[in-house]
Structures are given as C-alpha cells and as structure tokens.
C-alpha cells in the first residue's frame, strides 16, 4: 500500500462508504469533498468540538485517547479497503489533530480569534510537515501512520496556542 492523493473512483467511493469504519475515518463525509479535503475534515471537526470543550479537561483528554484508537482501527480498515495506506479522503485524523490543537481553550478564555488561530495553527502544521512530522508521515504507515502525523501536528499547534493565549493575557 501507498500514499495517494488522487480522487476516489467512484467504486473506491462506495467501497469506503460500506462500512462503518469508512464512514468515520472520511471524517462522516467530510473527506468526500473535491478538493482541500483535510481542511473540510478540520473544519467539521469543530462541529463535535463545540460540545467536546464543554467536558472539561480529564473527560476531553479521554475523548482523544478514545477517538485516537478508533481512529487507528477505522483507517486501518478504510486503508486496507481502498489498497492505499493514507488516501487524502481519510480525514479523521484532522478530527484528532484539530482537537489536539484546540487544547488549550479548555483553559483560556473562548473567543472566536483564538479558535480560528487554532485552525490555522493545525493546517499550517498538517501541510508543511516541519521536523518530525513528514519524518514521521513517511516512515510510519497503516491505521496508526495516518494518525500519528496529525497527532504530532496538533501538538504543535496546542503548544503555540496556549504561548499565544499566554502571551495575550500579559
């Protein structure tokens, strides 16, 4: 298996939408779009985010932890389904990615700035892959492999977060 970053077939299509599995890890549709399908991914994650922030911290982390390994066993099995190891139509590692890089706004003041610098921070860690996440994009592959980028991309996102909230409360 591979990386690919073609459109789906429409018999690839069908095939990811059968199952459960495939359903998730295209983000519940989300990863169907035509284009910029990891941004459409972590824009609808903030749909579930909405109500996720609101369980404070142990009940999120545990969210995360949860939605990490069914995130792994769906993309595995969407994966395998479609012979290609991290097609672009998989976004539900954004889900993960981007609620990792929401973090921090279990502890600072909401406001809509700080949210959307969240966004932005994920995709700009999610498409430049700085040091070690296209290392690691590249060398860790299966269900696990689409994940762990993203984790590691919204960690770093996390991390410049709560330093811009801190900062901006100074």
């Given at each position: 298996?591979?990386?690919?970053r ?10 990811l ?16 779009a ?20 609101r369980?404070?911290?142990?009940a ?7 939605g ?12 395998r389904?479609?012979r ?21 706004l ?45 984790v ?17 409360a100074?």
């Amino acid at each position: 298996m591979n990386v690919e970053r073609k459109k789906l077939t429409s018999e690839q299509r069908r095939t990811l939408l059968e199952s459960p599995a495939g359903w998730l890890a295209c983000g519940l549709g989300s990863g169907l779009a035509p284009v910029a399908q990891g941004t459409f991914g972590s824009l609808a994650a903030l749909i579930p985010w909405w109500w996720l922030h609101r369980l404070g911290v142990p009940a999120y982390v545990a969210m995360l932890c949860i939605g990490f390994v069914i995130g792994v066993w769906a993309c595995e099995i969407a994966g395998r389904r479609l012979r290609v190891d991290d097609h672009r139509s998989l976004v539900w590692d954004e889900f993960i990615g981007q609620w990792i890089a929401l973090l921090p706004l279990q502890w600072l003041p909401f406001s809509w700035p700080m949210l959307a610098a969240g966004f932005v921070l994920f995709r700009l860690f999610d498409v430049s892959k700085p040091w070690p996440i296209g290392w690691v994009d590249r060398r860790v592959k299966g269900g696990f492999g689409v994940m762990i980028d993203d984790v590691i991309a919204g960690v770093f996102a996390a991390i410049v977060l709560a330093l811009l909230g801190y900062l901006l409360a100074r």
